[in-house]
């Protein structure tokens, strides 16, 4: 009886040891939850608004043929229901930055397609700057968890960057968005928990992301020609996007070599 007894004690200690090892409580399970029904509610609000018809070919795209598809069928679609067609591709897009999905990629190719250089270019902007304000917002309620249990070693190089910089924060923050120095889904996780302050983050963000936005804009208006993901960023464009992260972060390099 007391083998059964001390073996039935490891199994709760056990089962209370699975339990205490997930990152997030009840009520920050409850926030997430609450903002994927509120996508969810207003992507059905778009769908209802929408005629009758087949739209089996309404997927997330994965490859560059499954968003040929999903352009040629949109196509027919914009110029009778444009409100429609960016709201929800607004809310989708700002759905998959907030949430940390990967395929952005392809929606930024998919506005240039649609919409042309300029208006494509403002509304990836703007979607990727949204998508990024909510993930950050929401990971200042549950993202120190996740954060610590994903990438503890990222986040503590992190963490020191900001304090060493803090007097040139939004070249540093710059610098990170127009390179490829850490992943932005990263950043946009991380930077409330360093304490970057969210002017600085949304300033970094809108204006950091215009070039890559441009270069992926530019390339949705040839999407036939594409062959895969890598034709996006050639030699020249790589290397001026590292330039002008450089020139950005250049004051932040200059100000420590003088202290």
């Not at 917002?137 to 549950?142: A, C, E, P, R, Y």
């Not at 910089?165 to 990170?176: D, G, I, Q, S």
């Not at 999407?223 to 790589?238: M, P």
Request: charge should be neutral.
């Amino acid at each position: 009886m007391g083998k059964i007894e001390n073996n039935n004690e490891e199994g709760e200690g056990d089962v209370k040891g699975s339990i205490s090892k997930f990152p997030l409580n009840f009520w920050e399970v409850t926030v997430a939850s609450t903002v994927v029904l509120g996508f969810l509610f207003g992507l059905m609000g778009v769908y209802l608004t929408m005629p009758a018809s087949d739209y089996s070919f309404l997927k997330l795209p994965r490859t560059l043929q499954d968003l040929q598809i999903l352009r040629d069928h949109l196509e027919d679609y914009t110029s009778d229901y444009t409100a429609q067609v960016l709201l929800g591709y607004c809310m989708v897009y700002i759905f998959m930055q907030t949430f940390m999905i990967p395929g952005t990629v392809f929606m930024s190719l998919l506005a240039g397609s649609l919409f042309g250089v300029f208006r494509g270019v403002a509304l990836v902007v703007f979607n990727a700057t949204a998508g990024a304000s909510s993930c950050y917002f929401l990971s200042k309620v549950i993202g120190r968890p996740l954060a610590t249990s994903l990438w503890p070693d990222k986040l503590l190089f992190f963490q020191n960057q900001v304090a060493k910089r803090r007097a040139r924060l939004l070249n540093y923050m710059l610098f990170l968005r127009l390179t490829p120095t850490l992943p932005n889904t990263f950043i946009n996780v991380a930077s409330p928990i360093v304490d970057v302050p969210y002017h600085t983050f949304f300033l970094a963000t809108s204006i950091g992301l215009i070039p890559a936005a441009y270069v992926t804009v530019r390339a949705g208006l040839a999407l036939g020609e594409l062959r895969s993901l890598g034709d996006l960023y050639d030699f020249n464009s790589i290397a001026t996007l590292f330039f002008i992260g450089v020139v950005s972060v250049t004051p932040t390099l200059v100000s420590k070599n003088k202290s």
